[in-house]
């Protein structure tokens, strides 16, 4: 207390003319209004102030700086009004604050694309602010916008990166007290794209002149890198194919599920054949040994009978360019080498 406080409690009391004993208990006594409007104003303005406005404040301040990291990203079962998506992911945070996040839906969606449109709503579970948790999500997915959903898909195809978001509105609960907090829940990830498949090997295991019973003239292994963290479910898929900016066939592989890391299949296709022989007879491919560049562009997806248009879509968005070591091919199973030129009309009739 300062001089000018005890002086002027000392005249209050004087004042009085019922001197009292100096401390608290007399002090306390005659001026419990003063320490009732500090209580008060403590109770009524301060602690709801750190409550409503401090601690969730602090609730939102730690959840915007936890980092979400993506594990794993899988969509099976695809069907075409629903699929099942899973999620493996990491939430790291500095584990300061005890408190725990309610369940909420997490809206997905691509954050370089305006307007904000979820292509997928996941319920993520309640979780603690524990420095290190996992959270793991497996859900039942109606397709709800398939352009989104679409535009997802064609980005995760061809990008070498893309960014998602996950938001939600959830509450918090700090330990020890018996409110909940609203707060926005909302993260950026960084996600490795597939990059249009670029990387992909097709190495021709048979071809023919007459098509076989599946009505398939050329049958290959094909090696499909997968850059990213995510599996999806496919099922039958059909590609167009161009020779030379012509279109000259069909490429199918079927049952395909594309996984991180290299994904290997037989794929299968009927190629116009007359096509083929032209362009190996022409330079560079009758000096290359007969690499042609083939293109090919996503046509169908059909899963189990359901059509996916939400990949069938996103696959014919880019044309894939793969060199195809087709002139050895002809050469071991037709006994064939096409020279610069062209084989002649004699000769090529002797063929077909
Ligand atoms: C999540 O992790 C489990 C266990 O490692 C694994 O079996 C599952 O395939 C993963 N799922 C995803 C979506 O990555
Ligand atoms: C999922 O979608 C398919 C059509 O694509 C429909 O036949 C099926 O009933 C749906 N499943 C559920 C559980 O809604
Ligand atoms: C969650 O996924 C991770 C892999 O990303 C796995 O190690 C962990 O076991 C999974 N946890 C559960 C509960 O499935
Ligand atoms: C991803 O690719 C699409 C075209 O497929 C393009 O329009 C978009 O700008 C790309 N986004 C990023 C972030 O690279
Ligand atoms: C092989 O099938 C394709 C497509 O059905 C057809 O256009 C082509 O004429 C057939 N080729 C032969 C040699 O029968
Ligand atoms: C194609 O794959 C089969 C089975 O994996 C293998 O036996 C064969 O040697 C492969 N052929 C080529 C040309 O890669
Ligand atoms: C793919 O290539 C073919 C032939 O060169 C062309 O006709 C088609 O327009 C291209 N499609 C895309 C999406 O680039
Ligand atoms: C695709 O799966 C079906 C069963 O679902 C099977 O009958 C068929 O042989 C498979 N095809 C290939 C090329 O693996
Ligand atoms: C792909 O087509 C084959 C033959 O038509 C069929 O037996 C198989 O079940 C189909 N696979 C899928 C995943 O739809
Ligand atoms: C391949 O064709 C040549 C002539 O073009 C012929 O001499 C040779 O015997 C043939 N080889 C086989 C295995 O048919
Ligand atoms: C070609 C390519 O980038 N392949 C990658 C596929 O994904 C795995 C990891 O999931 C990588 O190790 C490969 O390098």
Redesign the pocket.
């Known amino acids: 207390m300062s001089d000018v406080d005890k002086t002027a409690v000392t005249q209050a009391e004087t004042a009085s003319g019922k001197p009292r004993k100096r401390g608290c208990v007399g002090h306390c006594t005659r001026f419990w209004w003063a320490y009732l409007i500090v209580i008060v104003v403590v109770v009524v303005v301060v602690v709801p102030v750190v409550l409503l406005v401090g601690v969730p404040k602090i609730a939102q301040q730690k959840l915007d700086d936890a980092e979400l990291t993506l594990d794993g990203l899988v969509a099976v079962d695809t069907?075409?009004?629903?699929l099942t998506m899973s999620i493996n992911s990491t939430i790291k945070t500095d584990g300061s604050v005890h408190a725990d996040i309610d369940a909420f839906p997490g809206a997905m969606y691509l954050e370089d694309y305006e307007p904000h449109t979820p292509f997928a709503t996941l319920n993520f579970p309640t979780t603690t602010a524990d420095a290190h948790q996992t959270v793991n999500v497996t859900q039942?997915l109606?397709i709800e916008n398939v352009e989104a959903l679409t535009r997802y898909n064609t980005w995760l195809l061809s990008n070498e990166t893309l960014r998602v978001t996950v938001e939600g509105d959830t509450h918090v609960h700090v330990r020890g007290i018996p409110r909940a907090y609203p707060v926005t829940f909302k993260k950026t990830l960084t996600m490795n794209g597939l990059r249009g498949l670029e990387g992909t090997v097709v190495r021709p295991t048979w071809v023919a002149l007459q098509n076989d019973t599946m009505g398939n003239n050329f049958r290959a292994n094909v090696s499909i890198p997968n850059a990213s963290l995510v599996a999806f479910e496919l099922g039958n898929v059909t590609f167009y194919n161009y020779l030379l900016g012509k279109e000259v066939g069909t490429v199918y592989i079927d049952n395909l599920t594309l996984r991180p890391g290299m994904n290997e299949y037989t794929m299968r296709a009927t190629i116009n054949n007359a096509d083929v022989i032209e362009a190996l007879g022409q330079k560079p491919y009758c000096e290359n040994g007969g690499v042609i560049p083939f293109q090919i562009r996503g046509k169908s997806v059909v899963n189990h009978g359901?059509p996916l248009p939400y990949f069938a879509d996103a696959l014919s968005a880019h044309n894939q360019t793969v060199d195809i070591p087709i002139g050895a091919a002809i050469k071991t199973h037709l006994n064939v080498t096409i020279p610069c030129g062209g084989l002649g009309h004699k000769r090529a009739l002797e063929l077909f």
């Open positions: 069907q075409t009004q629903n039942f109606p359901q």
